[in-house]
């Protein structure tokens, strides 16, 4: 059974940083393509970034692209995504998942592959 649990959100003022935590269980992070979408209230759910288990490379949307950044620990079997320069519309609650395709341009999630997310929210 995959299982994954995020922690690591909080309120931070516009400028500031975060740094999210994901731990699963059932599979390894180096093992599948795996990433972050988050999901605003009224909004569309929107891929963040991945990083694809067959070259390690990693992907972001323009949106958050600089700002983000995608990571693993294989020895502790976690995925990490740092936020800096965090502003107010990135407030939302922020998954991590298995993805069966990403890019840049499109995250595509396997179904049931995510946590509970965690809540980052982002003050002006």
């Known amino acids: 059974e995959v299982q994954l649990v995020e922690s690591g959100g909080g309120l931070v003022q516009a400028g500031g940083s975060l740094r999210l935590s994901c731990t699963p269980s059932?599979?390894?992070?180096?093992?599948?393509?795996i990433g972050w979408f988050r999901q605003a209230p009224g909004k569309e759910r929107e891929g963040v970034s991945c990083?694809?288990?067959?070259?390690?490379?990693?992907h972001y949307p323009d949106s958050v692209k600089g700002r983000f950044t995608i990571s693993t620990d294989k020895a502790k079997n976690t995925l990490y995504l740092q936020m800096n320069n965090l502003k107010p519309e990135d407030t939302a609650v922020y998954y991590c998942?298995?993805?069966?395709?990403?890019?840049?341009?499109?995250?595509?999630?396997?179904?049931?592959?995510w946590g509970q997310g965690t809540q980052v929210t982002v003050s002006s």
């Open positions: 059932g599979f390894t992070v180096d093992g599948h393509t």
């Open positions: 990083i694809k288990s067959v070259d390690s490379s990693t």
């Open positions: 998942a298995q993805f069966y395709y990403c890019d840049n341009n499109k995250f595509y999630t396997r179904p049931n592959s």
